[in-house]
Every structure is written in C-alpha cells, then in structure tokens.
C-alpha cells in the first residue's frame, strides 16, 4: 500500500471518530435539555465546545515549514481536499443568508444558487488543474512568473496589482464573514454584538495563526461535517411537518403550490390591504419632504427640538424623554445627509406597501420594465458570481494543496458534490419557513407571539433583526406587519419549527464554522499575499523560511483586528459585501487569469492594464449607483444593481488586456513556454 493510501485511511478513521463524538455530544446535550439545563448554557456550550475543537487542531497542526504552512505540504487527498474546499466555501452568505435571500426575494435569489455552482464549473475547466501544475503558493505568484518574464521573473507591477486586488475582494468578503460571527455569538452567549466579534475572532485566529493551510484544511474538514448536519436537520423536520416527506427536495415540490395559494390570499386580506396603505402613507410623506428641501430638513429639526422641550416641560416619563433625544440626535445634521437618508427609508416603505409577490414568479414586475429590470439584474448576478468564483484567491489557494494535477480534479468534482448537498435543499428551506411563517404566525394574536421573535429582536436594537408591530390595531399578525432581516432566518428556523432549542445551538455551531472556515481562508489569502509575493518576493528575498511564517502570521494577526474592527460597525448586509466582493475580484482578477492561461499573446503591458481597468470600471459604477457609498440608485446603466457591477467591469478587462497586449511587443519566449508547460497534458 503507497504512503498516499495510508494517509487517507489514517485520515478516514480520524474522522469517523469525530463524526462518532459529534453524536455522542449531540446526544447528551438533548438529555441534558430535557432535564431542564437552562437554554443560555446549551449555547455557551455549543460556542465552547466547537472553539475548543478548532483550537485543538489549530495546535495538533501547528508548523513553520514554509509548504506545509502555504499549501499544507501539496498532500492532501482529493476527498478531504474537497470537503476542506466546499466549508471555505460554503460561507456565511450561503448558509446564513441566501434562503434568508430567497425567503424575500423568491425566485430573484436563485441568481446566487446559479452563478456559484456555474463558477465551480469555470475553476474545474479553466483555472484549478492549471494552477495546480503551475506549482506555486498564490495567485499573484502565477500571474507574477506568467506576465514577468519567466520561473526566475518578479513581475514587480503585475505582482503588487494582483496582490492589492487580493487585499481589497479578500477584505471585503471577511469582513461580512466577522459579522456573522457576531451575530451569532451575541444570540447564543447573550454578550454584545461587538464583543461578539472579537470573542469570534479568537477562534478564526487560533487556526489560521498557529498552522496556516495545513491547520485551516484540517479545521475546515471537521467544520463541513458541522455544517451539513446543521443545515440538514431542522430543513428535514420542516419537510416532514409540511410535506410528510423527509427529503426537503422532494416536498419543495409539494409546498411551493400550497405557498402560492396562501400569498394569493393575503394579497387580497383587507387588513393587510389597511397595513400596506399605511407604509404608502407614510412612503408619499417622504416624498413631500424630499421635494421640499432644504425647507423641510429646517421645519423637521424645529420639530424634533420642540418635541424634546415639551418632554421635558411635562415631566414625562424617562422613557419618553430618552425616545425624543435618540430622535434629535438621529435627525441628520444637514439637508445634504438628510436627502439619501429618507430617499433609502421612502424606499424601504414602498417596498412594504407592496402586496407580497408570488414566491416562484421570475422576473415579478408592476411593468413591463421593471420585470425587464428584474430579469436583467438576475443574469448580471449570475454573470458576477460566476467569474467572481473562478477569481477568488482564497478558494484558488486551495489548488494547490492537492499531491497532482489528476487529485486537484477529482478535488473539484468532490467540492462540488459536497457543495450541492447544501446547495439543493437551500431554496426547499426556503419555501418551507415561508409557508410556516405564512400559516403559523400570520393571523395568530399579538397576545400569544412565539419566544424567538423577541429573542432575535433584541440583539440588536437599534436595527432590529425582527420586528412585528400592530400597525391597524386589530391584535392580529399581518404579514405587512412582520419586517424580518434576512439574515435571521436559518438561525431561527429550529425555533421557527418547534424543535428543542439543542437543534438551535446546533445550527448556530454550523453557521460559526460556516463563517469561520471561510474566514480562516480569506485571512490567509491576505496575509501570504502581504509576505510572501509583496515582502519575500519584493523586499526581503533573502528572507529566512523561519521569518517568512512569523511575518505572515503578524500580518494575519493585524488584518484581523483591522476587519473586526470594520465589522462591528455593520457597514451593509452579508450578501451585499460579499456580492461586491465577486464583482470586484471577477473585474480586477478573472481577465488576466484565465487569458494568461489560454492565450500566449498576453503580456506584461495587457495584464497590468487588464487589472487596472477591470477594478477601476467596477468601482466606479459602485461609488455611482450604491447608496452607502455616496451613490444614487436612479443613476445606474441599464437598472444594474451596484454588487452586480462586474457585469461592466469584466468586459472593461478582457478588452484590456487584449488591446494593450495588442499594441505593445509580445512577451518573451519563456512565457510561452510556461503557457505550453501549464496546458499541456498529463
């Protein structure tokens, strides 16, 4: 038997082992719970006991060898590397987010579902197996030695563009990843929001810090297994409660047909019709205002100010002067400040005067053009996720962790396998919380409202995650009264369905190691960049393998602290940074990857003026059109949402680096040779 194969089988009982703990685990928490140990403890012990876990093996893992602590010795096997590959990318955004996404948006989230599992197919066809005979540590290093003239070549300017577009898309979609983190550890600890990032931030650390991607693969394998059970269990209850079948794929079908009957009622309920007139109200005031600035913006301080003074003369109660002040304070300051302000809240409210649209319509639209627009920001984000996913360096990193070319393959089918099994019940978890909410909560008596919605409203009160307000009066729930954070949902689903509060603290433990895995990737990507193409590569070549690792290790560790720090202050939700940071690394990264692969007439010239190009089109249509950023929706190309900016930035890129390489002289013959070596067969 080959060393290869022992390794696997040593690996394979290691982690039947663990699987066999998890139960066991499992298995006590549920006994403990119904001998009554309190909820906050179950918590604190899923959030202990899977820190522990990571930290264990961040410490078993433990190396300074500079391979080992790169690309974890170029030895791990397809399988596993698969597995690895599937938690680094199977985020907060996909297990947190996206049936929140489809749960609000139907059939429109489907683009993510799409453009992800169509992106694996582009890093299986043009990208994975190349890289990984390439034989390197990063992406700059490829696209470095490609454009640079050479195995020996530098490739100064192209190597420091494609490690800045490294920080920047890597940045981006970890700070999302921190987020989650502390969303879920101030739910399942009780701690603040911000504490809770940094309390989660020691556990992403622990990995990546003390074993690179040797401790971050072997993390990331234990945290899949966490995942699929976590996301599988309360999907399979809610299918077996709605459908009376236990295979979420099989009831979606089912559900989906009762969900359109059910939407259809409550689009013609009229208490509902009383609420949505309500927001509508409320949306043409904001109008009123909008048009009358800066007079408005004037008349609205003196009001808030009066307010505050007639509080106070009146001696009413604390809670009522404390109310009138927050109002003051959150006022804006100026009528510049006041004007995206409301225009975003106008909109917010318009959105909820709308009758609810039917979960499985394509395209929905009052008119023709905005169905057009629907369609056309649908394909555009199908279009980003695809090349994003085929350009993001964390997920690429991880082809060159295989033994061959052959394994980096099979590795590609294995991640998309483990991929899917998420990935197919997604929208089935989707459609059965809805129809739950749908049937359950609405109409039910604001008297009797179930524990979690009071649960998930207070961890952040200044944006609820949750709020049901009885805005007509009548003492019953109207679904235009429920405004739910999308964010929440598959957090909340065990508590959504009845099941014991065990399945919540598990299903938390999933979503942690979702953000986690991926996390521990993002860090290292950036971290590796900073000292291994920018401070080996370019300022110390001379440097120590010994003093390669602490430098990457220091770098991780302030790269962190930077993000969390970004993190807690919730710059956006968790699909519209991570949907920025596809377009930005689709625009900046995919055109000089996949053409130095494919076309030997690229150059030095080209991928610089590709990379340059490619960033700076796709952040300009985001600095134009998004609203934190300073932009206007109403200024968009062809009603293209701004995380769909690679849409125009990919195009921008390719023709780039075409008709720079074009007009300047061909690269040298060792650059061909390199893409001869890349390309050719086994």
Known sequence: MSGQKRYFRRLSGYYAWFCVCFAGFLLALTVLENEGMPRLWIGHLFMFATIVLYATIGVISRTSNVTEYY??????????????????????????????????????ALAYIMGWTGGYCLVALLIAPYLRKFAQYTIPDFLAVRYGGGAGGRGGPVRALAVGATIIVSFVYVVAQIYAVGLIASRFTGVDFSVGIFLGLASILVCSFLGGMRGITWT??????????????PTMWLSAKHADNPLPQVAYGSVLPKLAQREAQLAADPREREVRAHFQQQADAYAARLAALPGSWEQGKVEAQRRLDAARLRNLSLADVRSAERALAAYPKTAEDAEPLWREQRTRLLARAQPPQPHAMPFPGATEAESNAHRNNFLALVFCLMFGTAALPHILMRSYTTPSVDETRISVFWTLFFILLIYLSIPALAVLAKYDIYTSLVGSDFSSLPTWISYWGNIDKVNPLIQVTDINGDGLVQLAEIAIDGDVLVLATPEIGGLPYVIS?????????????????????????????????IVDPGASTQKRVTISKLLLLAVAFIAAYAASQKPADILSLVGAAFSLAA??????????????RANHVGAIAGIVVGFMVCLYYMLRVHPILGGRLDAAWFDIAPMSAGIFGVPAGLAAVVIASLLSPAPARSSDALVDHIRAPE
Do not use: C, E
């Open 71 to 108: 690309v974890a010795g170029r030895r791990v096997p397809a399988l596993f590397n698969g597995m690895a590959t599937a938690a680094d990318w199977i985020s907060a955004a996909s297990f947190i987010s996206l049936a929140g996404g489809l749960y609000l948006s139907g059939f429109d």
């Open 220 to 233: 990331q394998v234990a945290q899949y297994i966490i995942i699929l059970v976590a996301f599988l269990i």
């Open 587 to 600: 625009s900046a990264l995919f055109p000089a990857l996949v053409l130095g692969v494919f076309w030997k």
């Open 505 to 537: 603290g598990l299903v938390a433990a999933g979503g942690l190691a979702a953000a986690l895995s991926t996390a521990d990737g993002l860090l290292l990507a950036i971290s590796n960049a900073l000292s291994h193409d920018i401070y080996y590569k």
